[in-house]
């Protein structure tokens, strides 16, 4: 039996120990070697993951565009959403010689104006 980190009170089953095992494997990929990521999790409110936010993240993944895999803990429904990361250079590689469209308001280079 082994024991949850946290309190040395909690048994934690073998397929939880597993699966905690896995997702540090899978989370030890740091900012620091990015480069060789291969899945990483969805960033956070106002963070960004390869230039895209959240929102657009689950865009791109409900127009599969690119790959991701939720990881759940034995029994659960929920878990941790993580893209697979050449997936998305992969998109990003594949659009790279497109124009990026610009407003007109920037085209003539007024200031953008809002309507209240």
């Known amino acids: 039996m082994t024991f949850n980190k946290t309190s040395v009170d909690t048994p934690v089953s073998s397929e939880h120990s597993q699966f905690l095992k896995q997702l ?3 989370l030890s990929n740091s900012a620091a070697n990015a480069q060789d990521t291969e899945w990483a ?4 409110a106002g963070c960004r993951l390869e230039g895209f936010c959240r929102a657009e993240l689950y865009s791109l993944l409900r127009e599969g565009k690119i790959r991701s895999k939720n990881l759940c803990k034995p029994g659960k429904e929920r878990g941790i959403r993580l893209i697979h990361v050449p997936s998305l250079r992969h998109y990003i590689e594949a659009h790279e010689g497109e124009p990026t469209p610009v407003s007109k308001s920037k085209e003539a280079g007024e200031p953008k104006v809002s309507t209240p």
Do not use: E
Request: glycine share 14%; charged share 30%; hydrophobic share 30%.
């Open 24 to 26: 540090s494997r899978i």
């Open 41 to 44: 999790r969805i960033p956070g």
